[in-house]
C-alpha cells in the first residue's frame, strides 16, 4: 500500500490499547494494523504551514510557518502558557476563535507519564491529551469557565508538581505505577487559595490507558525527517504521538505536523 501527502497527528481512540489512525493527507492509515510490519516513510522535502497552508523551509511549533507563528490564535503563547490568556478580557489574537478554545470550560488534571504532572487542557481533550503524552493514567483536578484560570491554578501546583513528560522515560516505561492519584488531588487541592478550590473537580474517576507497545525499549534513540529523509523498518509499537521501531529508535510524529511524506507498507 502506497500513501502520501501532509501528515498531522495521529488521531486517538481511547481503547484497550489505544487505537492510531495517522492522517496522510485526505486520508487515514490505521496504524494499529501496521505494528510487527515493515514500513517505509520518505520524506518528499516540502513542509506547508498547518495553518495558511503555504509552503514554510522551516516549520515552526509543530507545524507553523514563521507569518501563522507570530499572528496564527492557534499558535499564541497561552497556547504553551494558559495563564497568559487574555481573552476573558476580550484581547486576543481573534476574538472568535478564542471564544471556542480558551472561553470554554477547562479542565487541571494530574497525570502519570513518566512521573506525576500537572496539566491544562480544554474539556473536550480529554482523555486526547493524555494519550498526547503517553499518561499511564490521570484524574480530573478542576474545572475552569476558561483558559486563563486554568492556567493560574497551573501556575501554583507547578511549585510542588512537574509540568513536562520526560519522553524517553515515558517511552522505556520508566517511572511510578504505585502513585494514588485520587490522594495525591486531595494533596493538590490544600496547596491552592481558597478563591481557587472553589473550582475543584469531584469527579475521582482514574483513567487508565493502555498503549500498543509491549515490550519497552531500555534505551531509545530519537530520530526525524530533516536529518534522516528516509526512515524505514518494523514498527515495534506506539505510545504517546511516537512510532517505536525495532531498532529503538523513535519517531515524534507531532513534530512533523505539515510535512509532505511519502508511506509504503505491504498488508
Known amino acids: 500500500m502506497n500513501y502520501e501527502g501532509n501528515i498531522l497527528k495521529m488521531r486517538t481512540e481511547l481503547a484497550k490499547p489505544v487505537n492510531y489512525f495517522l492522517p496522510v493527507g485526505e486520508q487515514e492509515i490505521k496504524m494499529n494494523e501496521l505494528i510487527g ?7 518528499t522535502g516540502q513542509i506547508n504551514c498547518i495553518s495558511c497552508g503555504k509552503i514554510t523551509k522551516t516549520s515552526f511549533n509543530q507545524g507553523f510557518c514563521y507569518n501563522c507563528l507570530q499572528t496564527a490564535p492557534e499558535s499564541s503563547e497561552s ?8 481573552s476573558q478580557f476580550g484581547i486576543a489574537r481573534d476574538m472568535e476563535w478564542a ?3 480558551d472561553l470554554i470550560e477547562h479542565i487541571v488534571y ?7 504532572k500537572v496539566g491544562v487542557t480544554r ?24 483558559r486563563h484560570i486554568a492556567g493560574i491554578i497551573e501556575i501554583f501546583l507547578k511549585k510542588h508538581f512537574t509540568d513536562r513528560t520526560n519522553w ?12 494514588d492519584l485520587q490522594e495525591e488531588k486531595k494533596n493538590a487541592l490544600q496547596l491552592l487559595p481558597a478563591e481557587l478550590q472553589k473550582y475543584y473537580c469531584d469527579d475521582d474517576e482514574i483513567t487508565s490507558i493502555e498503549y500498543p507497545l509491549s515490550d519497552f525499549p531500555e534505551k531509545v534513540k530519537s530520530i ?19 512510532l517505536v521501531f525495532e531498532n529503538n529508535t523513535v519517531l515524534n510524529i507531532r ?3 505539515g510535512y509532505f511524506i511519502q508511506i509504503s507498507f505491504n498488508h
Do not use: C
Request: charged share 25%; net charge positive; aromatic share 6%.
Open 37 to 43: 510490519k515493515e514500513i517505509s516513510l520518505h520524506f
Open 255 to 257: 513534530k512533523h505536523n
Open 110 to 116: 494530574l497525570a502519570v507519564a513518566s512521573e506525576l
Open 168 to 179: 524517553q522515560a515515558m517511552l522505556k516505561n520508566d517511572g511510578n505505577s504505585d502513585i
Open 99 to 101: 471564544e471556542k478554545h
Open 123 to 146: 474539556h473536550h481533550q480529554i482523555p486526547t491529551r493524555w494519550i498526547d503524552q503517553g499518561a499511564s493514567y490521570a484524574i480530573q483536578l478542576a474545572k475552569t469557565p476558561n
Open 79 to 86: 497556547v504553551v502558557r494558559p495563564e497568559l490568556s487574555k
Open 224 to 242: 526525524g525527517f530533516d536529518k534522516m529523509p528516509d526512515i524505514e523498518g518494523i514498527l515495534k509499537g506506539i505510545k504517546g504521538q511516537y
